[in-house]
């Protein structure tokens, strides 16, 4: 009997043993589906400033040389985004701009148009985080790329914006992938190419592709690198060609952001024209008095050089100083704002006739 006791007692063991194991296994864990709850947001960016022009002078009514001063709204963008799902996106975003025609009544205003209005379709579930394709009123691949590490749009267009030779918004259809393990992106697109200030004129469709590699993307003093190249091949008409190519060395860091471009152009407007060929160059900086962090807030200064020469075949060029220190308000994410004081000035060659403008302003920047 005491050996069957036994045997019984450790078959317990044995048995009891095992449900214990069973019982201390993990579950496996569930799939989480993605939220596909929809949501709408709505934000404001606002750039609004008081500008005083050193130079020239010009004349009022009763004939007296002033120096002109204004106070000044250029961007109240009112964005709403949102999402249908995790796959579907949107976005409609309406600007600011001065009205300029003759009516009586609204020559000067400040009126709204269209600015985006696109929607979007994410393509994370088949390709890398951050991969979409739109189709809409959109942002262009280079502005929208270069905004992102030149933050001082709201002291003045960029440089190939500043020159005409790019828009940051137009009618098309686009497509982004980002290249694994953050080593870069590209972000290829077919627009109307007339900008979205206008409506196409005709059948010709510009082709805009931006290309950027991040070569060290790992870690070290490198790591904020990038190198970008960009083409816009379009067409005024069909045998008028407007192009643009820019090659273009961004960097990033704790103390300072830098980029440098290089911009060559091609634009026939009509077939009886001559080709006109233009190229220039752009160098700035923005160096920051202490490590901005997470915040992103301090006092951070802006030094850009503009040079264009606008036609290759005369030898003038226009050449752009922007000087300037701001201030950004310190938030942990997403709202930013600033102050900026700046000088702006523009000098020519004598060959473009033109006298130096320089202006000093005070710039603000606020967006939700």
């Avoid at 450790?10 to 201390?24: I, K, N």
């Avoid at 200030?197 to 490198?222: V, W």
């Avoid at 816009?232 to 830098?258: C, L, M, Q």
Wanted: proline share 5%.
């Amino acid at each position: 009997m005491d050996i069957i006791r036994a045997t019984v007692a450790a078959a317990a063991m044995v048995v009891g043993g095992a449900r214990s194991g069973l019982a201390q296994v993990t579950p496996a864990a569930g799939h989480t589906p993605p939220d596909d709850t929809p949501s709408v947001k709505v934000g404001t960016t606002i750039f609004t400033d008081f500008t005083y022009q050193d130079e020239p002078l010009v004349q009022d009514v009763d004939k007296n040389n002033v120096h002109t001063s204004a106070f000044n709204v250029a961007r109240a963008y009112i964005n709403v985004t949102g999402n249908l799902s995790h796959l579907v996106a949107f976005r409609v975003t309406s600007d600011v701009t001065r009205e300029t025609s003759t009516g009586p009544t609204v020559s000067g205003s400040l009126v709204y148009r269209l600015k985006y209005a696109f929607g979007q379709v994410n393509l994370d579930d088949w390709m890398t985080h951050g991969s979409w394709a739109r189709i809409g009123l959109q942002q262009t691949p280079y502005v929208d790329f270069i905004e992102g590490i030149y933050r001082y749009r709201f002291q003045g267009q960029t440089f190939e914006e500043r020159e005409g030779l790019l828009s940051s918004s137009d009618f098309g259809i686009s497509a982004h992938y980002n290249f694994p393990g953050n080593y870069g992106d590209l972000h290829v697109g077919v627009y109307n190419g007339d900008t979205y200030t206008r409506a196409d004129p005709n059948d010709q469709k510009a082709f805009q592709i931006r290309g950027t590699l991040r070569p060290l993307p790992l870690g070290g003093n490198l790591k904020g690198l990038r190198l970008t190249a960009f083409y816009d091949a379009d067409h005024y008409a069909k045998n008028d060609p407007r192009d643009r190519f820019i090659g273009s060395a961004t960097f990033e860091h704790k103390w300072v952001n830098a980029g440098f471009d290089w911009v060559t152009g091609k634009d026939r407007s009509v077939f009886t024209a001559p080709e006109v060929k233009s190229e220039g160059w752009n160098l700035w900086a923005t160096p920051k008095f202490v490590p901005l962090g997470e915040s992103k807030s301090g006092f951070e200064g802006l030094v850009r050089y503009d040079s264009f020469k606008p036609n290759k075949t005369v030898d003038a060029r226009r050449n752009r100083l922007i000087v300037g220190l701001s201030y950004w308000f310190p938030f942990l994410r997403g709202p930013s704002a600033a102050l900026m004081a700046d000088m702006d000035q523009q000098k020519f060659d004598a060959a473009l006739k033109t006298p130096t403008n320089r202006k000093f302003a005070l710039h603000a920047l606020f967006n939700f």
